[in-house]
């Protein structure tokens, strides 16, 4: 049992990033019995891949070590605990992201597009990472080039310091939210064994047969058929874009206002 003494004296866990572990791992840090033909890459790399795949309620030690044949106790070579491993995880998929150049001379509203759509495709892609964002401090090496890139970018679009960090939040967290949702929908989806415009169906169709929902029904149906789009897909692009554009045009109208 442990005590509450104990708990007290035992510092709170922060980051990989911040523990000394990140640097741990790879051929320089073999030896005394270390298994060969394993490195921290490859073990983050199929980690991602177990994650997409499986998501995490799935995910485990045991399962990792299966998949990449070895024992459990070989991972634990390169990674202290489960947390530090989904920890590197999430900044590996972060380097997925391409990052607009700074001195490019582009646009901020075409840089802010891009981050925005690339941070969506991101979180659709691999559904297991927006929960996680909340759990770690996320500063690892891809995921700060991402944030300051976004800093970098609002601070080119005039608005006063004091509302730029509103500005981050007002997109990114629109984005993590919307992007958060759509990769449901899509998982959804595929654990149903269809695709994304029968799921649809079936479920408004559901929606539609019950009577409590039938007064507002008709003119919800209405709205949704004037967004426009044949598709699910076409559907949450004109949203997303829709929603984007607003953002953008709030932005400008903050700078004007000064």
Same mark, same amino acid.
């Given at each position: ?10 510092? %709170? ?11 741990? $791992? ?8 270390q298994?060969?033909? +394993? ?10 891949? +177990?994650?997409? %795949?499986?998501?995490? %309620? ?7 070590a299966a998949e ?18 989904l920890e590197?995880?999430?900044d *590996? ?10 001195e ?8 802010l597009?891009? +981050? *925005? ?5 991101l979180l ?13 401090l ?6 700060? *080039?991402?944030?300051?890139?976004? /800093? ?20 990114? /967290? ?16 595929a ?10 169906? /079936?479920?408004m $169709?559901a929606?539609g047969?019950?009577?409590?929902? %039938?007064?507002?029904? !008709?003119?919800?149906?209405? +709205?949704l058929?004037?967004? $426009? ?6 559907m ?15 932005? !400008?109208?903050?700078? !004007?206002?000064?």
């Amino acid at each position: 049992m442990v005590r509450a003494a104990d708990r007290a004296e035992r510092p %709170a866990r922060t980051s990989v990033w911040l523990e000394g572990k990140a640097a741990r $791992g790879g051929a320089a840090a073999r030896g005394g019995g270390q298994p060969t033909g +394993l490195d921290r890459e490859r073990i983050t790399e199929v980690t991602v891949r +177990l994650l997409d %795949a499986e998501g995490m %309620a799935r995910f485990s030690m045991r399962r990792l070590a299966a998949e990449l044949n070895v024992t459990a106790m070989s991972v634990y070579w390169y990674v202290d605990t489960k947390d530090d491993l989904l920890e590197l995880a999430l900044d *590996a998929v972060y380097g997925e992201l391409e990052l607009p150049e700074p001195e490019s001379g582009e646009d901020w509203r075409d840089q802010l597009r891009s +981050l *925005a759509g690339g941070y969506r495709a991101l979180l659709v892609r691999h559904p297991w990472v927006s929960p996680l964002m909340g759990t770690f401090l996320n500063i690892g090496p891809h995921s700060m *080039a991402f944030s300051f890139r976004v /800093q970098k970018v609002v601070r080119g679009t005039g608005l006063p310091p004091h509302g730029q960090t509103g500005a981050v939040s007002a997109v990114f /967290q629109f984005v993590y939210g919307f992007g958060t949702i759509e990769g449901h929908f899509v998982q959804r989806s595929a654990s149903a064994g269809v695709s994304q415009d029968e799921y649809y169906r /079936q479920a408004m $169709g559901a929606i539609g047969e019950q009577p409590q929902f %039938a007064a507002h029904f !008709e003119s919800f149906a209405d +709205l949704l058929g004037a967004r $426009g789009g044949d598709t699910v897909e076409e559907m949450r692009e004109r949203d997303f874009r829709f929603a984007l554009e607003t953002l953008i045009a709030g932005i !400008e109208a903050m700078v !004007e206002r000064g």
